[in-house]
């Protein structure tokens, strides 16, 4: 006698919603758009408005898309961490292969309407970037090493060139330097967060730097990181590849991001429970690319 799987009711449209990880796509979004704003005219125009709100449309839904597969993948982990148990799947409120369809079907669609409405280079890059972040960091590193947030980190960084290969149809040296700005952001914002979470992250298995290597050489490699990432942040200007106006916001807010997570890696007690440096570096970490990349956008457009 076999017992019959008792089926789901029909997932709700907030659970697909939820699926595409809206508020990690808010920043993806963001950086896409300002990569494509702080691109230059091609031929005397800049890219039809038509065009580049398909463009971002585009961007959005194909990191929904990676966000969808991620969780279909992850489902496991999911349930067994605190702060991702309410997700449509881990809470049962949804069929796991409700999210593999949705989520292949959206980067689908997001790379066909990419490559037909905007252009093949961005098309590609977009393609190139869902890829990595389903196939290397999901389900290739996340598991396996405590490196994944190092290199899986990429995964984050291509929007602003997908954003500017859109508005030219090929690559520059400004959208590569915003491409490592954000790759070597990612492990001091990830790791801020590991650092208060890692309780989590142990009781799913997952190999984060915290739980493999400890909290000391964890809060060494938020310091060491943020090194090149400031570099990286301040280059365009002595470049000549942004204005005074980015030059003088980038060095500010990256020397606030600096002082923040050399308070983090000199720390050598957390006596206080709630680790409040960590909360703060990681909370700034995000408003920090918003305000870097929006003052880019402002400076390219007044001192272009």
């Not at 449209?13 to 990569?35: E, H, I, N």
């Not at 799913?204 to 915290?210: D, I, S, T």
Request: charge should be positive.
């Amino acid at each position: 006698m076999t017992v019959a799987t008792p089926l789901l009711p029909p997932a709700d449209w907030r659970d697909f919603l939820a699926l595409t990880k809206p508020r990690v796509m808010t920043l993806v979004v963001f950086t896409g758009l300002c990569g494509m704003l702080a691109a230059p005219p091609v031929n005397g125009h800049f890219i039809h408005p038509v065009l580049g709100f398909t463009a971002i449309l585009c961007i959005a839904l194909g990191a929904g898309a990676a966000g969808a597969l991620n969780q279909w993948y992850e489902a496991d982990l999911d349930a067994k961490m605190r702060r991702t148990q309410k997700r449509p799947l881990p809470a049962g409120r949804m069929e796991r292969e409700s999210a593999l369809h949705f989520g292949v079907g959206l980067a689908a669609f997001s790379v066909i309407l990419m490559y037909f409405a905007v252009n093949f280079a961005a098309a590609a890059i977009l393609t190139l970037s869902i890829l990595f972040y389903v196939l290397v960091y999901t389900v290739w590193l996340k598991r396996r090493t405590p490196q994944n947030i190092v290199i899986g980190g990429a995964a984050g960084a291509f929007p602003p060139l997908i954003g500017w290969a859109a508005a030219t149809g090929q690559v520059a040296l400004l959208p590569l330097l915003l491409f490592a700005l954000v790759f070597l952001w990612t492990p001091p914002h990830f790791w801020a967060l590991a650092l208060f979470v890692k309780t989590d992250y142990a009781n799913a298995g997952v190999p984060m730097l915290p739980v493999v290597a400890g909290e000391r050489v964890t809060r060494r490699q938020i310091g060491l990181y943020t090194i090149p990432m400031a570099l990286a942040a301040v280059l365009p200007w002595p470049l000549g590849l942004s204005g005074p106006l980015y030059g003088g916001v980038a060095s500010v807010t990256t020397l606030v991001f600096a002082a923040l997570a050399l308070v983090v890696a000199t720390r050598t007690t957390t006596a206080d429970d709630a680790m409040k440096p960590e909360k703060r570096l990681f909370s700034y970490s995000i408003l920090y690319l918003f305000v870097v990349f929006g003052a880019l956008v402002v400076d390219r457009w007044m001192f272009a």
